[in-house]
């Protein structure tokens, strides 16, 4: 199958699954601020498809499932979150060409691009909460960004590596392995 249209059909399916994935948590903002599973597919998709294809996945993703379902609000949350899931598509799909083949390196690459997108989502809620003159301390930003999401921290790095290599196994990840 031709390399792009493999990447698109990838892509298409880890978009339609986060605007499903959310609804296992029947659109509780709560439960999902805890699980984060519309991260899941951004994160499969970077690895998957590459950075470009992970970044326009994760940029749009949550405005997507924020003008069609509701969820979540537009602004500042689904706005910040397009930061941040893009940084994630984005990184993923770098750190994985980059890194060796070896499975080390697709937790390290998971762990890195999770870390750098909160980051970004961080910068961006405190950018734009600063030009309405919202406070957002480093206390809101670690709660936000890690004390809330610990147990879909660890769901992601638990079952994304997995996945990945159950798809490798079945032949329908291709990792670029070098000889």
């Keep these: 199958m031709n390399k792009t249209?493999?990447?698109?059909?990838?892509?298409?399916?880890?978009?339609a699954l986060c605007i499903l994935l959310p609804f296992l948590t029947g659109n509780n903002q709560q439960l999902g601020n805890i699980l984060c599973l519309m991260h899941i597919p951004v994160l499969l998709c970077g690895f998957?498809?590459?950075?470009?294809?992970?970044?326009?996945v994760g940029a749009i993703a949550p405005l997507l499932r924020s003008v069609t379902?509701?969820?979540?609000?537009?602004?500042?949350?689904?706005?910040a979150m397009a930061f941040e899931l893009a940084v994630y598509g984005l990184l993923t799909g770098l750190l994985h060409r980059a890194f060796p083949k070896k499975p080390i390196f697709v937790y390290v690459t998971l762990i890195l691009a999770m870390l750098a997108g909160r980051l970004m989502s961080g910068a961006v809620q405190f950018a734009f909460l600063g030009l309405f003159k919202t406070p957002y301390s480093?206390?809101?930003?670690?709660?936000?960004?890690?004390a809330t999401p610990w147990p879909?921290?660890?769901?992601?790095?638990?079952?994304?590596?997995?996945?990945?290599?159950?798809?490798?196994?079945a032949g329908l990840f291709d990792d670029g392995k070098r000889a």
């Design 69 to 79: 379902v509701g969820m979540p609000p537009l602004f500042p949350t689904a706005v």
């Design 138 to 146: 480093v206390q809101m930003f670690l709660t936000r960004s890690f």
């Design 5 to 15: 249209l493999k990447n698109l059909i990838y892509a298409a399916a880890c978009l």
């Design 152 to 169: 879909g921290i660890l769901l992601h790095i638990a079952i994304i590596p997995p996945i990945l290599f159950a798809l490798k196994e």
């Design 48 to 56: 998957l498809c590459g950075p470009w294809w992970g970044l326009a």
